[in-house]
Each structure stands twice: as C-alpha cells, then as structure tokens.
C-alpha cells in the first residue's frame, strides 16, 4: 500500500474525495429533482383534471405541501447524526426543489396581471407566502416536539 506522504499528495487525494463526493450529491439531488418533478406533474395534473383550470390549484397546491415538507425535513435534520448528507441533498434540494416550482408561480402571476386579475393575484400570492411560511414553521414544530 503507497504512504501519503507529500503535500502533493495529499493534495490530489482530497481532490479525488472531493469530486467523487460532488459526483454522487449531484447524483443523488439529480434524482430527487427527477421524483420531485414528476410528483409535482402528477399532483398538478390530477387537481387540474378535479378543480378544473379557472385557479393554479396545482400550483399553489405543490408548493403549500412543498413548504411543509421542507420545514418537516429541516426540523428532522436538525438532529444530530439522524441521516447522511447525501439523503438531505436528495429530499430538500432534490426532492423539494422539483417538486416545488416558483418559477411557474411567479408566471401564472404574470398571466394573471396580464388579464386584469389583480384579486386573484394578490390572493395568490398572499396565500403562497403566508402559507408557506406558516407551514415550514409548523413542519419544523411537529418534527421538534417528537
């Protein structure tokens, strides 16, 4: 077995740790994302198909649970030892990041405005911020007082 012995060495044996650890988070939040972003298709599609599309259901729906979600994994997380790094890259920056989608909120506001429905974009928008805000502190507090 070869001896580390420079700082060369130990060098480039970081490096090596350092890009196969990047490889394998960038893979496990890749596949997160992927999970993430079907379950928010899924869930969009099926509230779409029940509360028809006079309203972004889906939307609001996927981010309120997302915000949730988030708040519940940080609160797990915030315990000691309880899970790997790699597992919280796939639920919250995975997972939750494709599951969420502002961007598509920020749009159907446009889309809102465009047409003249400011009620229906305040709304919107003041139920997703104080919605999730208020979810993210409750899934914290749920996970905190087990």
């Not at 993430?36 to 729906?61: A, M, N």
């Not at 939750?96 to 009620?119: H, K, P, R, V, Y």
Request: with cysteine; proline share 1%; net charge neutral.
């Amino acid at each position: 077995m070869r001896r580390v012995n420079t700082a060369h060495d130990q060098s480039e044996l970081l490096n090596f740790y350092f890009m196969k650890t990047l490889f394998w988070d960038s893979i496990f939040v890749g596949l997160g994302s992927m999970i993430g972003g079907v379950s928010r298709f899924l869930v969009t599609k099926w509230l779409l198909t029940s509360c028809g599309d006079s309203y972004p259901w889906g939307t609001l729906t996927v981010n309120l649970v997302g915000c949730l979600l988030i708040g519940m994994l940080g609160g797990y997380f915030s315990r000691e030892g309880i899970m790997s790094e790699s597992m919280r890259l796939f639920l919250t920056i995975g997972f939750c990041g494709g599951f969420t989608t502002f961007s598509t909120f920020i749009n159907e506001n446009f889309f809102m405005l465009s047409n003249s429905q400011i009620i229906s974009s305040i709304l919107y928008t003041t139920v997703s911020f104080i919605g999730g805000l208020a979810l993210i502190f409750i899934g914290n507090m749920i996970i905190k007082a087990f």
